[in-house]
C-alpha cells in the first residue's frame, strides 16, 4: 500500500495545526511555509477536512483555521479518509462479486492484503494528532533496541 500525497500532506498540515494552534486560528499560509506544501492544494485539502466536521473556518483579520476538537480526539484514520485517501491493499472492489483474477475469483493472497489493510487502519485509528505531536508513537521493538544502545552509549 502506498498513501499519496494527499493523505501524508493532510495528516502534515493537521499535526501543524495542532501544533501551532494555541486556541487561535492558523493561516494556511503559514502552514504552507513551515511544511512547504503548496497552498493551493492545502485549500483543497482543508475544504474536504472542514466538510468531514474535523477543521473550523475563521473569517476575517487573524482568521484561518482551528481544530474541531482536540488534539486528543482528532484519529490520523479520520485525517486520511476525509481527504479522499482510501486505506485499501488490494486491487478488488469491496464487496463486489468480481475479484482479483480475471474479475471472477479472488487471489490466493486476498486475504493476506485484506487483513493488512485492516492492520493499517487499525493502527492510525489508535494514533491522535496529539500522539504524532507528542513523539508518542510505537516504531516497535527494534526502535526500543536502538533506543536503549543509544542510550547505554551516551552514558
Request: with cysteine.
Amino acid at each position: 500500500m502506498k498513501l499519496s500525497t494527499k493523505g501524508r500532506y493532510a495528516v502534515m498540515a493537521m499535526v501543524d495545526l495542532a501544533q501551532n494552534s494555541a486556541g487561535q486560528p492558523v493561516s494556511l499560509a503559514d502552514i504552507s511555509d513551515r511544511q512547504a506544501i503548496s497552498l493551493s492544494y492545502l485549500e483543497q485539502l482543508f475544504a474536504k477536512l472542514r466538510r468531514a466536521g474535523l477543521v473550523q473556518s475563521v473569517r476575517g483579520p487573524g482568521g484561518g483555521y482551528k481544530l474541531s476538537d482536540s488534539s486528543e480526539e482528532i484519529r490520523i484514520s479520520e485525517v486520511i479518509v476525509a481527504v479522499d485517501e482510501p486505506i485499501k491493499t488490494t486491487s478488488c472492489t469491496p464487496g463486489a462479486s468480481a475479484g482479483c483474477i480475471r474479475k471472477t475469483t479472488r487471489c490466493m493472497t486476498h486475504d493476506l492484503w485484506e487483513e493488512l489493510g485492516h492492520q493499517i487502519h487499525g493502527y492510525l485509528s489508535s494514533v491522535s494528532l496529539s500522539d504524532v505531536c507528542a513523539g508518542r508513537i510505537y516504531a516497535g521493538p527494534m526502535r526500543a533496541q536502538n533506543m536503549a544502545a543509544h542510550d547505554i552509549a551516551a552514558e
